[in-house]
């Protein structure tokens, strides 16, 4: 081992990472009592600068989408990120920090050992490869599964990363043959791990197995459906018009950004976190794209967030020119393509393309063998089971959390979720007794004209929300309350108090980084 001296270890602070750069290679220090670790210094998710992260109890957190990674270990714990930090070897002698900046070793799962020689001939089955299902392939991966692995999904260009479709893509920053891979292809070419472009038209759990509409039926000893939402198209006059709009996809950005080139009319039915986003991002892609969204209510995001917040929203599309129209559209006019929304009052929008943000639906014909809500989705244990050895995640699954029914349409949550199913089938074919209930908090971030928000919690209702600063402020902080305990937190520029309160609020723990921010406010 070639060894390098990082610096004296009594100057570098408990619980405070710090970058330094040895032989070329940026690397991160965290000392933690008597012992440093060594480990890469940049998320793997999109590069965030760890050394910005918030420390916890044995664990760090990204500043930037609040990936989860082990101190000692450098597992990841939570995503966005999919793989854990790479590992340096570190001495202490006579004072001083020692790392071989040389031989950088993977982080790898504790379990996987005793894993390995138990599950080596069970086939696992993947249905969907969007956010959940992704995550689901990278950590039975990350884990040593050593079966066989199938993921079934009728888009070629599954695993990538769905959120860019509607910020960067949208707003010309990025092509979307430039979207980023969600998993590791190095990791899937020493897997076997087997990827089927189909759909799946059937699946009869009795006999273990789905049915394709290619007629093939595929067996399977676990089975994950993570086939995430369907764009809800509404059966109103004219929906099938040219230029009428659903985003979900790759080909539907392409289609979506082919017409806007020859466009500068285009309208937004729905005020939805994707309507926005798109509506922020077609501005800034030009000035000169005049943007109207289309909703029954005035404020955006009232019922997430309450009147002032929804309504600082409102105010900052439309500082940037996007227009509000309230109304409920009862169809669409136009010969062969759409050239005009006609609302229920009568009113009549011209317009030369239409993008549709009215909610996403699931496959209920697929999914009808498993107990459906009314909404179609499927109801799941606190273990992600749907029935015997299958399991659901994401979009399409109502899930109980802190004594509800939860149904929650994020991307870190759905990923969340195929982690955890992924953990609970490999404890499920080997120890049983070793699955764990989904209890994760929910988080989200949404960025709009560079305005980024963060959310931690859940508030589906509250008494009282205590706010520090204004949402126009740089930091800005509203803290939501129901019976006196705090259920949420949105904030502005507050993305280290956000990575704690994360960690805290899955830790069940009280909230001192909220109450430290408070008290100096």
Known sequence: MSFISAGPADRLENLKPKRVTLNDTEILLIRDGENVYASSADCPHKGAPLEDGAVCPGKLVCPWHKGTFDIASADVCEPPALTGLSRYAVEIRDGEVLVDPEQATDSTDKRQNRLTAVNAHSHIVIVGAGAAGAAALQSLVNNRYHGRITVVDPEADAPYDRTLLTKAVTAGDMEPDEVDPLVNQDDMDITEVTRLV????????????????????????????????????????????????????????ESLLADVENTNNITIVGNSFISLEVAASLKQRSDNIRVKVIAPDAVPFEKQFGTQIGQYFRDLHEKHDVEFVEGTVSGFHGTEKVAAVKLESGEMLETNLVLLATGITTDKDLLNSFTLTHQGLVKVNEFLEAAEDVYAVGDITSYPYNGEEMHIEHWRLAQQHGRCAAENILASLAYPAERKAFD???????????????????????????????????????????????????????????????IEMDDHVALSSLKAVLEAA
């Open 198 to 253: 189909a759909k799946v038209s059937g699946i009869d759990t009795a006999a273990h197995q789905i049915e394709l509409y290619d007629g093939q039926s595929l067996a399977y000893d676990r089975l994950l459906i993570a086939t995430g939402g369907i764009p809800v198209r509404p059966d109103l006059p004219g929906v099938n018009l040219l230029g009428i709009h659903t985003l979900r996809n790759i080909e539907h950005v």
């Open 440 to 502: 994760r908090t929910p988080y989200f971030w949404t960025q709009q004209f560079d305005v980024k928000f963060e959310y931690v919690g859940h508030a589906k209702e509250w008494d009282e929300i205590e706010a520090v600063g204004t949402p126009e402020d740089e930091q800005y902080l509203a803290v939501f309350r129901k019976d006196g305990k705090e259920i949420a937190v949105l904030a502005k520029g507050y993305p280290q108090l956000t990575a704690k309160m994360v």
